[in-house]
Nanobody, 115 residues
Framework: QVHIVESGGGLVQPGGSLRLSCAAS????????LNWYRQAPGKQRELVAT???????VYSNSVKGRFAISRDNAKNTVYVHMNNLKPEDTAVYYC?????????WGQGTQVTVSS
């Protein structure tokens, strides 16, 4: 099995920054497509950022230019650097690890953007 642990969430003021981390216990980490999703209460889960095995990234329009996803294969960790945070970024953020027909989810970490 692949165990995923997210960390780095918390309370931040509008305009502030956070970095979320996701560590995955797999020997094949470098092969996985890594994703960050978020879900606000009463809303559908949203894909916000993706990084593939070659380091190519894709962002949702709502976070483009503010968020940056990166991976450190030596540490089996994917990050999302979140800048200029807005109240609408408030959500539970989930790490998703995908390879072929297999995917794994973390438990989520809460990000609250409020003054």
């Amino acid at each position: 099995q692949v165990h995923i642990v997210e960390s780095g969430g918390g309370l931040v003021q509008p305009g502030g920054s956070l970095r979320l981390s996701c560590a995955a216990s797999t020997n094949l980490f470098s092969l996985y497509v890594l994703n960050w999703y978020r879900q606000a209460p009463g809303k559908q889960r949203e894909l916000v950022a993706t990084i593939d095995s070659g380091g190519n990234t894709v962002y949702s329009n709502s976070v483009k230019g503010r968020f940056a996803i990166s991976r450190d294969n030596a540490k089996n960790t994917v990050y999302v650097h979140m800048n200029n945070l807005k109240p609408e970024d408030t959500a539970v953020y989930y790490c998703n690890v995908f390879y072929g027909g297999y995917e794994y989810w973390g438990q989520g970490t809460q990000v609250t953007v409020s003054s």
